[in-house]
């Protein structure tokens, strides 16, 4: 017999292991910045400028990437509990 329909725990248990992804992006963005720092304190010049500015950028696109991975948690957290409340509990 095949699966049709949802596992409310297992989709809820995905979607709190996505919010853990998203967290450790965060973190390693702050990680990221903290080198990023020590680079400013023991360089200067243009290419400094240049190379802190390039980190400005790609530190845009993971912040980016952590949000949608925390809307992906999200979500799954509202489809796991509209599939709750529409089969009467837990599926």
């Avoid at 200067?44 to 991975?69: K, M, N, P, Q, Y």
Wanted: positive net charge; contains cysteine; charged residues 25%.
């Amino acid at each position: 017999m095949s699966f049709s329909g949802m596992n409310v725990l297992q989709l809820e248990r995905i979607a709190a292991d996505l919010q853990k992804q998203a967290v450790l992006v965060h973190d390693l963005v702050k990680h990221v910045d903290s080198i990023v720092t020590n680079a400013k304190e023991c360089w200067t010049g243009a290419d400094r400028e240049r190379f802190v500015a390039g980190w400005s950028g790609d530190r845009a696109v993971l912040e980016a990437v952590a949000s949608s991975v925390e809307r992906f948690s999200r979500k799954a957290v509202q489809e796991a509990a509209q599939q709750a409340r529409a089969s009467g509990g837990r599926a």
